[in-house]
């Protein structure tokens, strides 16, 4: 008897797409209105309305000025002119971070963007180098690094048509005053469609049938309805945490501080072409150049730092005059256990935070957009797209973490209770996993989709003072001479061509100084 037939169209009900047609965002600063850039230009042909809410009464956190070279890619894909936009945040250029004091008093070490040598014989340049450098015959990583060396002399320039040169390489970010950032952001996406909507939410109203949010309720009694909804409402996570209960993983016994105190000053002589990350006594301190000022803060942990000792300890630090009086901030670092629940997806701090140290905050914004974008969802919201989603952006929120773990768990200060405790930390399995590969023969492997390449690695590796056992058998395969000669040529490469690249202010006087 034959079997059934089984159809495998869809039934009328699945086979109709059911398209998004009104978007709501739910508060503005930098995640907000980078969400409703993304969507005005991506989705500008889906006929979808896209509403931002956002009360002047509540403030933003604003202090995240630093970003890593991906941002670059978001300003290019919105089609937005890069000096226009440097000239209207008083943007600088970022070529890495110089973390001082970090591993020990005295010692500093550079985390660069970019490429740093080439393959020999499809062997990796970190495996010769490393082989050369136990055998005592290689200089420091970052002087085979054309962003290290450049921003260890204050130059930058864009990348230019070289071919063979490290100048078509150069890799950079941007140092940017976060409120003109949304600011700007806001202009555009006004521009192309996105309505703004003042107003504060005090409630959210659900369905019964299914739980997703129908409508947003305002304090004067406006109700904002709509069929996706982004919250973006800071740590408080209005819409994902308040009103879905998505939940959050505390990371804080991996990365113990728990507070930031921030202020402003003025500007010290030319900006540097980096972000300074200085180790104090229980956490650290930034300072971000930009073209009218400069952005410092410090990291702290309460269990070890009261918030006036953090303040003393800020102001003592400053290079500049303050510019306001210091403000406290205060965080959980860690994620949402889902990111993306029903018809509302997080961004920004209402996914989750990973303290300033390495920039990835705005990164992840943008990351979260683009991977939304790209499994944009109809208003049925299907499991299986949110489960997929909520996976790769665990993954990419972990990976981030272990690389900050690294800088804490890996010093080798015992000056201070809060360096002690952090010399103890457990690693998170997937770390210890990388390390133990790392201290094994140097090898490093970047996995899936995680943000951090393998050069980055290598460097804070390096930097915090972990050195192999022993070098990679496959150099074996290369002649020593040939190991010495590329060496030897790619550090006089770069200390050429690093003299030849003009002064970073005198670059941004000539191509997009900011209006006084």
């Not at 308040?242 to 003025?266: F, I, K, M, R, T």
């Amino acid at each position: 008897m034959a079997a059934p037939h089984t159809s495998h169209q869809p039934s009328d009900d699945t086979a109709t797409n059911a398209p998004l047609r009104r978007i709501v965002i739910v508060g503005g600063g930098t995640a907000g209105w980078m969400a409703a850039a993304s969507l005005a230009r991506f989705l500008r042909n889906l006929k979808c309305d896209i509403q931002l809410v956002e009360s002047e009464q509540i403030g933003t956190v604003g202090v995240g000025e630093a970003t890593i070279p991906p941002i670059m890619n978001f300003i290019r894909v919105l089609g937005i002119d890069e000096d226009d936009l440097i000239r209207q945040t008083n943007a600088t250029f970022k070529l890495g971070i110089r973390f001082q004091d970090w591993t020990r008093l005295g010692h500093s070490y550079f985390h660069p963007f970019g490429h740093t040598g080439f393959e020999m014989e499809g062997i990796g340049f970190p495996a010769y180098w490393m082989r050369q450098r136990l055998a005592g015959a290689a200089a420091p990583l970052e002087e085979y690094s054309l962003q290290a060396q450049a921003a260890a002399h204050n130059r930058f320039m864009r990348p230019v048509k070289a071919p063979g040169s490290p100048l078509e390489g150069i890799t950079y970010a941007l140092h940017f005053d976060a409120a003109l950032f949304a600011r700007y952001l806001r202009t555009y996406s006004e521009a192309r469609g996105v309505t703004r909507v003042e107003g504060k939410v005090v409630k959210v109203d659900l369905r019964p049938e299914d739980g997703f949010i129908d409508a947003l309720r305002l304090e004067d009694g406006r109700r904002v309805e709509g069929d996706f909804f982004i919250d973006c409402s800071g740590f408080r996570g209005l819409l994902i945490e308040e009103a879905l209960q998505a939940g959050y993983e505390n990371w804080q016994s991996y990365l113990p501080c728990d507070s930031a105190v921030a202020v402003p000053s003025e500007r010290a002589g030319a900006p540097p072409s980096y972000t300074l990350a200085t180790a104090r006594e229980a956490g650290w301190q930034w300072r971000i150049p930009l073209q009218h000022r400069e952005g410092n803060g410090v990291v702290y942990a309460r269990d070890f730092l009261d918030d006036e000792a953090a303040r003393e300890t800020l102001l003592a630090n400053l290079v500049g005059k303050p510019l306001a009086d210091p403000r406290i901030l205060r965080f959980v670092t860690g994620r949402r256990r889902e990111t993306w629940k029903r018809n509302c997806l997080s961004l920004g701090l209402a996914s989750g935070f990973l303290e300033p140290l390495e920039s990835t905050s705005i990164h992840m914004v943008h990351r979260g957009l683009a991977l939304f974008i790209q499994m944009l969802p109809d208003r049925r919201c299907e499991p299986a797209d949110i489960a997929r989603y909520n996976r790769m952006v665990a993954f990419e929120y972990e990976r981030i973490r272990d690389f900050l773990v690294l800088h804490y768990a890996t010093n080798e200060r015992r000056d201070t209770d809060f360096w002690r405790h952090c010399a103890g930390i457990e690693w998170p399995d997937s770390l210890k996993s990388k390390i133990e590969l790392f201290q094994s023969h140097g090898r490093i492997q970047r996995e899936d989709t995680e943000l951090f390449p393998e050069q980055s690695w290598l460097y804070v590796f390096t930097g915090q003072g972990l050195v192999p056992r022993r070098y990679d058998p496959l150099t074996d395969l290369l002649d020593p001479e040939k190991m010495r000669g590329a060496l030897a040529n790619i550090h006089d490469v770069i200390g050429r061509v690093v003299q030849t690249m003009p002064h970073h202010q005198a670059f941004i006087d000539r191509y997009c100084a900011a209006q006084s």
